[in-house]
């Protein structure tokens, strides 16, 4: 039942704020311009200098996305790939030339429904031909479209299975999993970590990066380790050490994962996966330590403000000046460091919510649709958009990939969660379907998307 102010009330206020957003963007936009290329001067400068390491000068600067579907859309030879063919020449007309893809799925069906099913690795070192054939099918589709891909090669979440599964594999126990009644942070917390000090389980993951990066397509022979498509290998999504004991456990990982795939392939890119600092105990010097191992070629930074608790309620609220300051601050910080390092710096995923109607009761269905319908506004979104960009060039930042594209109109169900059987979309199963995702019909989105992907392409700032 609503509550609040009247229709004509929300509606001119509605309009005002619009007024005033539509001005903010379009000033944050031709600010852009002069900090792209101031910026980008000094980046160059750096890069012909030699104060970057070796193999980071091979990062080409990107603007990109998190495709994190895409494999195994292509699993349906057919209407999936049909659907994936349509949404990459979709991408690549609006500007978006990098996609970040999962390619690992651990675990069978265990009666937990949210995550990634089938998936690539149902048992250890059992691998899905079928699941891996949607992937030599996406990579060759990607190629077509001159588009490159980061590879994420395992997950600190459940949602695919990830680090949780190999330590179930291991350890056979009740996982304290999200979304059970045996759901518990601090448990959660140690059944993870325990993955970086679990011989057997970390054996089973480095099986597994051997045998991706030596995969041969089936379409063209082509190693994975030589394929011109693959931009860079990713350890795993936003690894943490999850327990302070975990640290050092945590930095040899790093380190004999990164050999270990320039052992194999040192034609490709390497890159931890890390959010920054606040996946590693808010301590930047971590950060910091673990970007100089060898062969780590570049740094990534993720920027969650809801989900971090920089502001609370709607989507507007990002702007407040504590949340601006959060979020211009955690840019600037890991800038400054990547720069000392000499490394480059990827924001490789942002995301926010739609304009939800906060008049609405939280408990009723129409604040479930407004949060997450194809119908509600999406002003906030397109400013904050818009504030990360424009931080992001003015700091240096080299690649952006926001969290994500959606392709299909909606995802909406009783629950708003995934189901089995149900198309994926830029939502993981985790997560209320149509929470971040961003749809083809999004039209001021991708406007603001389509500016900012063209300030990438200023001559001025490409390498």
């Not at 739609?354 to 649709?369: H, K, L, M, P």
Request: some cysteine.
């Amino acid at each position: 039942m609503k509550k609040g102010i009247s229709k004509s009330q929300m509606a001119v206020c509605s309009k005002k704020l619009k007024l005033c957003f539509l001005f903010l963007i379009n000033s944050w936009i031709s600010f852009s311009v002069c900090a792209t290329n101031s910026t980008s001067s000094e980046i160059k400068a750096q890069f012909i200098s030699g104060k970057v390491s070796p193999t980071a000068k091979k990062f080409h600067p990107y603007f990109g996305v998190n495709y994190w579907y895409g494999g195994f859309a292509c699993v349906d030879s057919v209407k999936g790939l049909k659907r994936v063919q349509r949404e990459l020449d979709f991408l690549r007309k609006n500007g978006i030339n990098t996609l970040r893809v999962m390619i690992s799925a651990e675990g069978g069906n265990e009666n937990y429904p949210y995550k990634i099913n089938p998936s690539i690795q149902p048992t250890p070192m059992k691998y899905s031909e079928e699941i891996l054939r949607g992937f030599d099918r996406f990579l060759f589709e990607v190629e077509k479209r001159k588009m490159k891909i980061v590879f994420v090669l395992s997950n600190n979440w459940e949602w695919s299975g990830g680090f949780g599964q190999y330590v179930q594999w291991s350890h056979p126990q009740i996982s304290p999993l999200p979304k059970t009644p045996q759901w518990n942070w601090d448990k959660y917390c140690e059944f993870v970590g325990f993955f970086y000090s679990d011989s057997v389980a970390l054996n089973w993951y480095w099986e597994y990066v051997k045998f991706i990066i030596n995969r041969r397509s089936y379409i063209d022979g082509i190693r994975y380790a030589d394929h011109s498509t693959v931009f860079s290998w990713q350890l795993a999504n936003e690894p943490r050490p999850m327990k302070p004991e975990q640290g050092e456990n945590y930095v040899e990982w790093i380190r004999k994962s990164a050999e270990l795939i320039h052992s194999i392939d040192t034609n490709h890119l390497i890159s931890i996966g890390v959010e920054g600092k606040i996946g590693l105990m808010n301590n930047l010097d971590f950060f910091e330590r673990i970007h100089r191992l060898p062969h780590i070629d570049y740094a990534t930074i993720h920027i969650w403000p809801k989900t971090w608790n920089w502001y609370q309620g709607p989507s507007s609220e990002v702007f407040s000046s504590d949340c601006i300051d959060q979020i211009s601050n955690y840019i600037t910080e890991h800038a400054e460091t990547c720069k000392k390092i000499g490394i480059p710096l990827v924001i490789e995923e942002f995301g926010l919510e739609r304009d939800a109607d906060y008049s609405y009761n939280s408990e009723t269905i129409e604040f479930q649709q407004s949060r997450f319908s194809t119908k509600s506004k999406t002003v906030w979104r397109d400013g904050f958009y818009a504030l990360v960009y424009t931080l992001g060039m003015e700091n240096g930042v080299t690649g952006y990939n926001f969290w994500g594209y959606a392709g299909l109109k909606e995802n909406v169900n009783s629950t708003y969660f995934m189901k089995l059987g149900m198309p994926y979309s830029a939502d993981p199963p985790q997560e209320e379907q149509g929470l971040y995702s961003v749809f083809k019909t999004d039209k001021s989105t991708w406007k603001v998307i389509r500016r900012f992907s063209q300030k990438m392409k200023n001559k001025n700032y490409i390498l």
